[in-house]
T-cell receptor, first 116, second 114 residues
Framework: NAGVMQNPRHLVRRRGQEARLRCSPMKGHSHVYWYRQLPEEGLKFMVYLQKENIIDESGMPKERFSAEFPKEGPSILRIQQVVRGDSAAYFC??????????????FGEGSWLTVV | QQQVKQSPQSLIVQKGGISIINCAYENTAFDYFPWYQQFPGKGPALLIAIRPDVSEKKEGRFTISFNKSAKQFSLHIMDSQPGDSATYFCAAPDSGGSNYKLTFGKGTLLTVNP
């Protein structure tokens, strides 16, 4: 049962380093979404990608954050020059198509980033 | 921008009791209201979802009640079990016609005592 696969599950970075989080969508899914969960908060949408395209990045911070979903390979969320406020759980989700009711998004188990 | 207010923040229920979690939203032009269940260290998993053209949906011990005029929906867990102990999030779509951009409530930590 290959769900949404994320790695690494846990990542520790020093301030100023780069963090790279990877996500492989569920088999047959071509739409990928990244969400961020800060401590004691609900999840917040960051970006929506299809293969080789960013569809909606309205939730991405303007600086230091970028995302891609190449033709081959996993989607990658990249955070440059990390700061302590970037410490959070980052969840990837996928869906087989642009969602409508009954065609929901499925989340991975998350990547926990700790910035020290 | 969608706003979703969830209450209570935490809830303690005895085994066999009913757990009730409430959510209120602002924007009305949406067609999908899901509830997610999240265990510690895990990702959110879809529990149950409802369209606004029905007032109630039941799946096993889980029921969503929807009040469109009040812009509220709630999750009821009947015969609550210790295994139901988790954080529950309600969510609402941020843009009509596409349910990927969900706005989540802040979550309710449910503890079911044996």
């Amino acid at each position: 049962n290959a769900g949404v696969m994320q790695n690494p599950r846990h990542l520790v970075r020093r301030r100023g380093q780069e963090a790279r989080l990877r996500c492989s969508p569920m088999k047959g899914h071509s739409h990928v979404y990244w969400y961020r969960q800060l401590p004691e908060e609900g999840l917040k949408f960051m970006v929506y990608l299809q293969k080789e395209n960013i569809i909606d990045e309205s939730g991405m911070p303007k600086e230091r954050f970028s995302a891609e979903f190449p033709k081959e390979g996993p989607s990658i969320l990249r955070i440059q020059q990390v700061v302590r406020g970037d410490s959070a759980a980052y969840f990837c989700a996928s869906s087989p198509s642009r969602t409508g009711f009954g065609n929901t998004i499925y989340f991975g188990e998350g990547s926990w980033l700790t910035v020290v | 921008q969608q706003q979703v207010k969830q209450s209570p923040q935490s809830l303690i229920v005895q085994k066999g009791g009913i757990s009730i979690i409430n959510c209120a939203y602002e924007n009305t032009a949406f067609d999908y209201f899901p509830w997610y269940q999240q265990f510690p260290g895990k990702g959110p998993a879809l529990l149950i979802a409802i369209r606004p053209d029905v007032s109630e949906k039941k799946e096993g011990r889980f029921t969503i009640s929807f009040n469109k005029s009040a812009k509220q929906f709630s999750l009821h867990i009947m015969d609550s079990q210790p295994g139901d102990s988790a954080t529950y999030f309600c969510a609402a779509p941020d843009s009509g016609g596409s349910n990927y951009k969900l706005t989540f409530g802040k979550g309710t930590l449910l503890t079911v005592n044996p």
